[in-house]
């Protein structure tokens, strides 16, 4: 994706009012990002702890959700998978995230959740070869890769039109 400053990711979200996107933190360091390897930005808010976010490009421009964390967490004996960047990891470093629905239906306090690793650096994994592909050929784990990333790139997108349908 294309860098983006402060303000533009302030802009960019959909489901929360100026005020809360006034006072989002947003990553630090946002200058030096690799921006070219970022399908989405995601990170926590240090400053409020169920806080999240997800920025990311659309045909007709830059998109940001806002995401609470659930305050329970599973069982790290247990495995889950994000359903984002489908990354397999012990069930505490995946967490479940509502979003707040656009328009009125937000207001009304309806909401969209999902499984999305906990950090939110989907971005990151998405771009490790998969388990399944390390004994491959390099051309054959670039395949993969890219697999993925488009992956990411889809189930973000429904994601997306699901908070964004009124
Ligand atoms: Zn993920």
């Known amino acids: ?24 933190t947003p990553p ?22 169920l806080r999240g976010y997800l920025v990311h490009e659309q045909a007709d421009g830059v998109v940001g959700v806002a995401l609470r964390a659930a ?8 495995s889950a998978m994000c359903l984002l960047c489908h990354e397999v990891q012990p069930a505490a470093a995946v967490s479940l995230f509502t979003a707040r ?6 207001r009304n306090g309806n909401t ?18 998969p388990p399944t592909a390390r004994h491959l050929a390099e051309e054959l784990q670039a395949v993969a890769v890219a697999e993925r990333v488009e992956g990411l790139r889809q189930r973000l997108r429904a994601f997306t039109a699901d908070v964004l349908r009124r």
């Open 1 to 24: 994706m294309l860098a983006l400053t402060e303000a533009a990711i302030r802009r960019s979200m959909v489901n929360c009012s100026r005020s809360e996107a006034a006072a989002l």
């Open 28 to 49: 630090r360091d946002l200058a030096e990002l690799d921006w070219d390897a970022l399908e989405v930005l995601g990170w926590r808010d240090p400053k409020a702890e």
């Open 71 to 78: 305050d329970t967490r599973m069982s790290s004996r247990r």
């Open 101 to 106: 629905r656009v328009g009125e239906a937000g």
């Open 112 to 129: 969209v959740g999902t499984y999305i690793c906990a950090d939110l650096e989907c971005a990151h994994r998405a771009r490790e070869v």
